[in-house]
Antibody, heavy 124, light 111 residues
Framework: QLQLQESGPGLVKPSETLSLTCTVSGGSISSSSYYWGWIRQPPGKGLEWIGS???????YYNPSLKSRVTISVDTSKNQFSLKLSSVTAADTAVYFC????????????????WGQGTLVTVSS | QSALTQPASVSGSPGQSITISCTGSSSDVGTYNYVSWYQQYPGKAPKLMIY???KRPSGVSNRFSGSKSGNTASLTISGLQAEDEADYYCTSYTSSSTFGIFGGGTKLTVL
């Protein structure tokens, strides 16, 4: 059974860089069938796609966050990571990592496995 | 890119049917059949309930169904049960984003 687990500091100071890692177990991050993504959810609010990455390193970012986001992959550790720079209180959210894949051979790509999420609070 | 528009809340009594709408544009819902719906319980990760507008992943109850008309997609839950009380989010592929956009979410209350 595929499992994803987010890890990283739960508290980040304003203007600093938020860094999170997602460790994938029960499957290979190097599979050509999947992408890997980060989604966040501010307290009491909706979901927002941050960005996604392919095992080869190709990245795709939400235009509204693109200038501050870097997503990378480490296939040797079966992990992918998120860095969000110059954070403010508005970046306080639960951050989820997820796998993006086809549900069947002809379907589009969807978030089919998720981590449990980790709350990151931006505060001094 | 603007979020898809969903009603903030809907409610229904056990056994009834409810429908949640998700309104987009010709750049997303209206053109592409890559609409999905996720169910989220408080403090939990979302779960895929519907994909490709109307398909159900293995293990999802057939009480959940999806459809689309024009720029609006819909999720219908029939035979409402207490366990259906959750937040529901739609997503759609868009011409400007391979990984799509989310709706604002709808809180379903089972009365």
């Amino acid at each position: 059974q595929l499992q994803l687990q987010e890890s990283g500091p739960g508290l980040v100071k304003p203007s600093e860089t938020l860094s999170l890692t997602c460790t994938v177990s029960g499957g290979s991050i190097s599979s050509s069938s999947y992408y890997w993504g980060w989604i966040r959810q501010p307290p009491g609010k909706g979901l927002e796609w941050i960005g996604s990455i392919y095992y080869s390193g190709s990245t795709y970012y939400n235009p509204s966050l693109k200038s501050r986001v870097t997503i990378s992959v480490d296939t040797s550790k079966n992990q992918f990571s998120l860095k969000l720079s110059s954070v403010t209180a508005a970046d306080t959210a639960v951050y989820f990592c997820a796998r993006v894949g086809r549900v069947d051979d002809s379907s589009g790509y969807y978030y089919d496995y998720w981590g449990q999420g980790t709350l990151v609070t931006v505060s001094s | 890119q603007s979020a898809l528009t969903q009603p903030a809340s809907v409610s229904g009594s056990p056994g009834q049917s409810i429908t949640i709408s998700c309104t987009g544009s010709s750049s997303d819902v209206g053109t592409y059949n890559y609409v999905s719906w996720y169910q989220q319980y408080p403090g939990k990760a979302p779960k895929l309930m519907i994909y490709d507008v109307s398909k159900r992943p293995s293990g999802v109850s057939n009480r959940f169904s999806g459809s689309k008309s024009g720029n609006t997609a819909s999720l219908t839950i029939s035979g409402l049960q207490a366990e259906d009380e959750a937040d529901y989010y739609c997503t759609s592929y868009t011409s400007s984003s391979t990984f799509g956009i989310f709706g604002g979410g709808t809180k379903l209350t089972v009365l």
